[in-house]
């Protein structure tokens, strides 16, 4: 049995577990797919994330929206952070990333991908599919990698 003196903390606890189990299973598919073309790995993880965002989208998506203020909490561990860390297991493996376009690609992934995730789930067009979501974000995953200068020094490009 555990304490928690308020309603705010329980519902952060709730969260953090969610979260935590949600980035356990993102890192552990980063870490297994690490051979594998970065398409694969985009469909695999995105897929991944969705599944995740809608099994658990009170937790994930509607607290972070309607109480937003627990997501303040320094000692929160959230999701945007705990995917960030998990982006980059991935993208260590480029050998022309240096740690300053580590940093910024990690960044600009998590952002993209988390906003993606809440709109689409917060409003989803019609004329959407889930496929036709998953295929687009890929796309444009891909596309802002395999655009960046490190990524076309590559000795193997």
Request: without cysteine; hydrophobic residues 45%; glycine residues 4%.
């Amino acid at each position: 049995y555990q304490y928690f003196p308020t309603v705010e903390s329980i519902l952060l606890s709730i969260h953090e577990t969610t979260a935590s189990a949600t980035v356990q299973k993102f890192r552990a598919k980063m870490l297994a797919q690490l051979h594998l073309p970065m398409e694969k790995v985009a469909a695999n993880t995105m897929e991944l994330l969705l599944n995740e965002y809608e099994t658990h989208q009170l937790v994930l998506h509607q607290m972070v929206i309607e109480r937003p203020t627990l997501m303040l909490d320094p000692g929160v561990a959230s999701l945007q952070r705990l995917l960030h860390s998990g982006i980059r297991i991935y993208m260590q493996q480029f050998e022309t990333l240096n740690e300053r376009d580590l940093e910024r690609v990690a960044f600009f992934l998590e952002i993209v991908i988390l906003g993606s995730l809440r709109d689409y789930l917060s409003n989803p067009p019609p004329q959407l599919s889930r496929k036709a979501f998953l295929e687009d974000m890929i796309t444009v995953m891909i596309g802002y990698i395999k655009g960046q200068k490190w990524y076309l020094a590559r000795a193997d490009a």
